[in-house]
Nanobody, 118 residues
Framework: QVQLVESGGGLVQAGDSLRLSCAAS????????LGWFRQAPGKERELVGG????????HYADSVKGRFIISIDNAKNMGYLQMNSLKPEDTAFYYC???????????WGQGTQVTVSS
């Protein structure tokens, strides 16, 4: 199994930047891709973006494209979500998740809260 732990959330002002980290442990060799999700109160969980663990191929939701950057350091088993030009609508609980090849995301972290004030 894979264990994921997020960190780096907090309270920031609109326009600020914040970097979330996702530490992976356990059987990390089975990870094919790492994703970042978020869920705001009263809303469904949204995929923010993802990256393949080895090749580093990235994709982003339209809502964050150009502002957020996903990266990994697989030597350290770390994933990152750099969030720039934050907006109040980015306020949510953020999760990282891992998927094996050909499967849905099945390993999840506990999440970290990001709050953006206007």
């Amino acid at each position: 199994q894979v264990q994921l732990v997020e960190s780096g959330g907090g309270l920031v002002q609109a326009g600020d930047s914040l970097r979330l980290s996702c530490a992976a442990s356990g059987r990390t060799f089975i990870i094919y891709r790492l994703g970042w999700f978020r869920q705001a109160p009263g809303k469904e969980r949204e995929l923010v973006g993802g990256i393949t663990w080895t090749a580093g191929v990235k994709h982003y939701a339209d809502s964050v494209k150009g502002r957020f950057i996903i990266s990994i350091d697989n030597a350290k088993n770390m994933g990152y979500l750099q969030m720039n030009s934050l907006k109040p609508e980015d306020t949510a609980f953020y999760y990282c998740a891992a998927a094996r090849p050909g499967t849905q995301y099945e390993f999840w972290g506990q999440g970290t809260q990001v709050t953006v004030s206007s």
